[in-house]
């Protein structure tokens, strides 16, 4: 089993940026891919970004390249979403996730382990 443990999330001006951090507990997560998901009120859940187990390779939604970046550091089992010129409709709980197959996520399917979420709310 592994747990997951979000942080940095808050309230932040539009334009504004974040850093949401995850850390995994339980086993090791550096073979495993990591992504985050977001939910909007109202709305289902989306991807946001997933890695692959080394961090060589990259997946983003749409909605968010070029103004987010994940990271990962596989030494302290640590994944983060770095998030820059935030907007209103990036408001949303983000969930960090991990499956031991990043095809999990190139195929819209669910990950195995989720975290419990971080709330982001970006003001207008």
């Known amino acids: 089993q592994i747990r997951l443990v979000e942080s940095g999330g808050g309230l932040v001006q539009a334009g504004g940026s974040l850093r949401l951090s995850c850390t995994a507990s339980?086993?090791?997560?550096?073979?495993?891919?990591m992504g985050w998901f977001r939910q909007a009120p109202g709305k289902d859940r989306t991807l946001v970004a997933a890695?692959?187990?080394?961090?060589?390779?990259?997946m983003y939604a749409d909605s968010v390249k070029g103004r987010f970046t994940i990271s990962r550091d596989n030494s302290k089992n640590e994944v983060y979403l770095q998030m820059s010129s935030l907007k209103p409709e990036d408001t949303a709980i983000y969930y960090c996730?991990?499956?031991?197959?990043?095809?999990?996520?190139?195929?819209?399917?669910?990950?195995?382990?989720w975290g419990q979420g971080t709330q982001v709310t970006v003001s207008s």
């Open positions: 339980g086993r090791s997560t550096g073979d495993y891919a």
């Open positions: 890695s692959s187990w080394s961090g060589g390779t990259t």
């Open positions: 996730v991990t499956d031991p197959s990043y095809r999990t996520f190139t195929e819209a399917q669910i990950p195995e382990f």
